[in-house]
C-alpha cells in the first residue's frame, strides 16, 4: 500500500473514532478532549505526512485538504505555517481541534470580558496559553478564541479538524485588543447551503 492509501486510511480510521465519541457523549469538553487525543495520535505518525506530499506555502500558510466528510461533515486538513505567521485572537465560531506534526505554535486563548451590547465593541483577556508542539494539540469549542503564533526558525506543521469543511465555514469574529474592536467575515454557512 502506498504512502497516500495508508494516510487516506488513518485519516478516515480518526473521522470514525471521531463520530463515534461525539455518538457517545455530544460535543462536551472530555469529548473534545477525547477527538484531540486521537489527532496527537495520528499527528505523531510523521511517515504517513512525508512533506514532498504537501507543497510548501510563499508566504503565511496554506491549507491541504486530507479528508473533507460530505455535505454539513466534518474538515481535516493538513495545516502549514511560515515561521511568524500570527493570527489575531479569533473566534471561528465552530469547535476544532489541532495537533502538531513538526515545529511550534504558541496559541493563546482569550474570553471575552464587555457584555456584547455595543455592535463592534469587545475586550478579551487572556485566560491561558499552550505551546503546541510534536506530541501535543488544542481543542477549542464553538465560540471559544484564540490567537496564533509561529515560534521559532522552522514552519509548524500540524492537523486540524473543524467541526464543518473550511468552505463552509461560520462568520469568524477578529477581535482587536488594542482597540476594544470586534469584525466578523462573512458567514460561508449561507452559500454552502444553498
Ligand atoms: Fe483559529
Known amino acids: 500500500m502506498t504512502v497516500s492509501d495508508q494516510r487516506n486510511r488513518a485519516c478516515k480510521k480518526l473521522l470514525a ?3 463515534a465519541i461525539t455518538a457517545k457523549e455530544g460535543l462536551t469538553p472530555s469529548a473534545l478532549h477525547a477527538m484531540k487525543l486521537k489527532l496527537v495520535g495520528l499527528a505523531a505518525k510523521k511517515q504517513l505526512f512525508p512533506l514532498a ?3 510548501m506555502p510563499l508566504a503565511e500558510g496554506r491549507n491541504h485538504p486530507l479528508l473533507v466528510e460530505d455535505n454539513d461533515g466534518h474538515g481535516l486538513y493538513l495545516t502549514i505555517s511560515r515561521t511568524g505567521k500570527e493570527a489575531a485572537p479569533h473566534d471561528h465560531g465552530i469547535w476544532c481541534v489541532n495537533a502538531a506534526i513538526s515545529g511550534r505554535e504558541l496559541h493563546k486563548f482569550f474570553r471575552r470580558t464587555d457584555n456584547m451590547a455595543r455592535p463592534g465593541h469587545a475586550t478579551v483577556e487572556q485566560v491561558g496559553e499552550v505551546m503546541i508542539e510534536p506530541g501535543s494539540g488544542m481543542a477549542m469549542a464553538d465560540h471559544d478564541i484564540h490567537s496564533t503564533v509561529v515560534v521559532g526558525d522552522e ?7 473543524y467541526g464543518y469543511a473550511l468552505l463552509r465555514f461560520p462568520s469568524v469574529a477578529w477581535y482587536v485588543p488594542q482597540f476594544s474592536s470586534v469584525r466578523t467575515t462573512p458567514s460561508r454557512r449561507h452559500t454552502a447551503m444553498a
Open 17 to 19: 473514532d471521531v463520530h
Open 53 to 55: 506530499d504537501f507543497e
Open 155 to 161: 514552519p509548524a506543521i500540524g492537523l486540524a479538524l
